[in-house]
Structure formats: structure tokens, C-alpha cells
């Protein structure tokens, strides 16, 4: 796996697993293992469960938000990459429906259409603890999609093992 990589990662519903972006991997000593910082993405279904949400027309099944949300995981949780792209036209173009009876390249390479996702907003909490939609920034919208670690303005990462902090696990 690499940084800037969208993965997804063990939950306690298997079919539904936890969508996150992968910002920079480490040794936690304590454990012994090699974890990773990530951000989370909200899942349409999830964020359509406030009324409120229901005017941004969000794709419960193949929409996720973006969230500022960070967390640290075992890369041992990380189930399998996948792909997210800006807009739901994207998505059509990076995992064509194939002829009735057919199967399409990615499918062929062991790959679904659970692996594909699109992502036009940010999923953030405000001042007064509640939940806002928000378009992606340019900035935030280029890292995502390229493929870079998304690192929070002052962010401090976690003690790194005597070699620093891996790239890859």
C-alpha cells in the first residue's frame, strides 16, 4: 500500500467496510505493528440519514464525503485499494456498465464495482458541533484524487520508529 492511496478497511458490518485515505504510514512501538494515519469518508447512506442532507442529491450507495475526520488504524485492517473520482460522470467512464452478459476489464481483474466510488463534497463539523455539507476545495479535490496524503494545516504525526516514517507498507 502507499500514501495517498483511498482504501478500504475492516468494519463490524462486512458489508458495508469503513472508506478512508491513506495519509502516511508508521511503526507504533507499543504494538508492534505498522499502522497508518488516515481521514475518513462518510458514506452517502450514512450522511442522507439527516433529513437535512437530502437537498445536495447524494448517491446513497456510491457517494462518499470527504471528512476531516483523522484517525490511526493497523494496516492489517486495510481490506483492498479503491478507486475514488470527482464526479459521478467520472465515475461512468472509470467502470463502464458492460454488455448484458459480459464482463468488463476491471472485472476481469478481480475487481467490482464496490471498488469505485466518486466524491464531490466535505463531510466537516462546525463551530458549534454540528455536521455542514461543503463543496471539495481545489486543493483537497487535487490531493484526493491524485493520489497525495491529505495532511490538516499544524498536524502532528506520531512518533515514527528510528527509521522515520514509511511511505508504504
Known sequence: YYQGENVLLLSDDDANPFVGHVNYFFY????????????????????????R?????????????????????????????????PSPDDLHKTFPSPPRGASSASQQQGRSQDDFFYCRFQYLRDKRNNWRIVPLTDTLRENLFALKPVEAPGAVRPEASSSGAATTA
Open 53 to 85: 442532507n437530502s437537498k445536495y442529491g447524494l448517491d446513497a450507495k456510491r457517494e462518499v464525503l470527504y471528512s476531516s475526520m483523522r484517525d490511526d488504524n493497523p494496516c492489517a485492517s486495510i481490506l483492498r485499494v479503491v478507486q475514488i473520482v
Open 28 to 51: 507504533q512501538a507499543e504494538s508492534q505493528q505498522v499502522c497508518m494515519s488516515n481521514n475518513w469518508f462518510y458514506r452517502g447512506e450514512e450522511v442522507l440519514q439527516d433529513s
